[in-house]
């Protein structure tokens, strides 16, 4: 994970991760808004929860899901909070949204103005690249700059 824009506001950060895929947060013990680019339909269910499960418990409150693929990841981001409410444990509230069809760009303006809520209001914005092919990653990398610098 690499910072590509510090404000007095806010850091953004960039994430690409290889498979086996696995995620930790910037900052540890920091909160952070997520924007998940889901470019790889091979993820199977359970790494789809485990990843999920990392998320969360890195300190994800917003999570912004865009690709193809993306109400599934809302609906595995979601099942966290509710498997940890059945198991006893909860944790902080975790806002979702997807975009399944929607322009990259659309997705970035959500990400930038709207992840906030309630008295939360993100510090750190994480975005994480799930495959495609190195394009993507510069895509994202553009639009990030674009909208945030």
């Known amino acids: 994970m690499h910072c590509i824009l510090t404000t007095d506001s806010y850091t953004l950060w960039l994430l690409r991760p290889d498979r086996p895929y696995s995620f930790a947060g910037p ?3 920091a909160e952070f808004a997520l924007l998940l680019v ?22 994800c409150r917003h999570a912004v899901c865009f690709g ?9 981001i979601d099942m966290v909070s509710v498997i940890d409410e ?3 444990r909860p ?27 309630d008295e939360w209001v993100p510090k750190h ?10 394009e993507l990653e510069r895509d994202v990398h553009r639009a990030l700059l674009a909208r945030f610098g």
């Open 86 to 88: 059945v198991d006893g």
């Open 68 to 76: 193809p693929t993306s109400s599934s990841w809302d609906d595995s």
């Open 27 to 29: 900052i540890h013990g």
């Open 38 to 59: 889901v470019a790889d339909p091979g993820v199977a269910t359970e790494e789809q929860a485990s990843l999920s499960e990392q998320f969360v418990r890195a300190g």
């Open 125 to 134: 914005f994480v975005c994480c690249v799930l495959g495609g092919d190195p």
């Open 91 to 117: 944790g902080p509230f975790v806002m979702t949204s997807w975009f399944d069809h929607d322009p990259l760009a659309a997705a970035v303006d959500f990400f930038a103005d709207c992840t906030a809520f």
